[in-house]
């Protein structure tokens, strides 16, 4: 049964403040394990819970880490013992995010796919040039601090300067870089670094997440137009 304005009033008809905040919140719940569950199951994603950035005294942002110093508030896991693997169930993505409430989601990079990162207006115009070319695509990220993230296979973000020579981009000026082994994106919808949510460009497709391209054949033309906005 949803929730409706007499389900959460009082018998006078005005609205209960602390009913309506537990029922954002168990919405919220639902709503985010129903999200992790996509992603392990429909996808076979691991997810990881993450930190979230609020805004403190003085307008500072803080993370919901707790640390007094945090290098990156509200972009970094809380706690990856409690990673979300790839195949679970509805059931026990809610029960993983009972125990962390409010979490972001995070997808780590460096199993399932690697990502390449580029500016925002980079990464819209490439993403343009090559659905028109015709390449195969994997899932394509907006990052609300103006960073695009192109999913691709394992082990691009170590082959990334090799690949870069070889075709003669090694010495350009380019705004890219690879994310792998050891490292994270925030998944949309949650929010990154209180900045924002983080949404798709290219959502997930049942045809292209399970074997994302190979990064040699984005990364020509990735290379060329952050090359042009970077001049």
Same mark, same amino acid.
């Given at each position: 049964?949803?929730?409706?304005?007499?389900?959460?009033?009082? &018998?006078? #008809?005005?609205?209960?403040?602390?009913? &309506?905040?537990?029922?954002?919140?168990?919405?919220?719940?639902?709503? +985010?394990?129903?999200? *992790?569950a996509e992603y392990t199951g429909l996808w076979g994603w691991s997810v990881v819970p993450g930190a979230r950035a609020a805004r403190g005294a003085g307008g500072r942002t803080e993370c919901s880490c707790g640390a007094a110093v945090c290098p990156a508030p509200g972009a970094h896991p809380l706690d990856a013992s409690l990673e979300v693997p790839p195949g679970s169930t509805l059931d026990?993505?809610?029960?993983?995010? !009972?125990?962390?409430?409010?979490?972001? %989601?995070?997808? =780590?990079?460096?199993?399932?796919?690697? /990502?390449?990162?580029?500016?925002?207006?980079?990464?819209?115009?490439?993403?343009? !040039? %090559?659905?028109?070319?015709?390449?195969?695509?994997?899932?394509?990220?907006?990052?609300?601090?103006?960073?695009?993230?192109?999913? *691709? +296979?394992?082990?691009?973000?170590?082959?990334? =300067?090799? &690949?870069?020579?070889?075709?003669?981009?090694?010495?350009?000026?380019?705004?890219?870089?690879?994310?792998?082994?050891?490292?994270? *994106?925030?998944?949309? =919808?949650?929010?990154?670094?209180? &900045?924002? +949510? /983080?949404?798709? %460009?290219?959502? =997930?497709?049942?045809?292209?997440?399970?074997?994302?391209?190979?990064?040699?054949? %984005?990364? #020509?033309?990735?290379?060329? /137009?952050?090359?042009?906005?970077?001049?």
């Amino acid at each position: 049964m949803g929730f409706t304005i007499g389900a959460i009033s009082g &018998l006078g #008809g005005t609205r209960d403040s602390h009913q &309506l905040r537990s029922g954002g919140r168990r919405r919220h719940r639902t709503s +985010a394990a129903t999200t *992790v569950a996509e992603y392990t199951g429909l996808w076979g994603w691991s997810v990881v819970p993450g930190a979230r950035a609020a805004r403190g005294a003085g307008g500072r942002t803080e993370c919901s880490c707790g640390a007094a110093v945090c290098p990156a508030p509200g972009a970094h896991p809380l706690d990856a013992s409690l990673e979300v693997p790839p195949g679970s169930t509805l059931d026990e993505a809610g029960a993983a995010w !009972r125990q962390c409430p409010g979490a972001a %989601l995070l997808l =780590p990079t460096g199993r399932h796919f690697d /990502v390449i990162e580029v500016g925002e207006a980079a990464g819209r115009h490439a993403l343009v !040039r %090559l659905e028109r070319m015709g390449l195969p695509l994997g899932p394509v990220a907006l990052a609300p601090h103006g960073r695009a993230w192109f999913f *691709v +296979a394992p082990g691009a973000a170590a082959e990334l =300067p090799e &690949l870069l020579y070889r075709m003669g981009w090694d010495d350009a000026r380019l705004d890219l870089r690879g994310l792998g082994e050891g490292e994270y *994106v925030t998944a949309p =919808p949650s929010d990154r670094g209180g &900045l924002g +949510a /983080v949404r798709w %460009l290219r959502p =997930p497709t049942l045809e292209g997440t399970g074997r994302p391209p190979q990064a040699r054949l %984005l990364l #020509g033309t990735l290379a060329y /137009v952050s090359h042009r906005s970077a001049a």
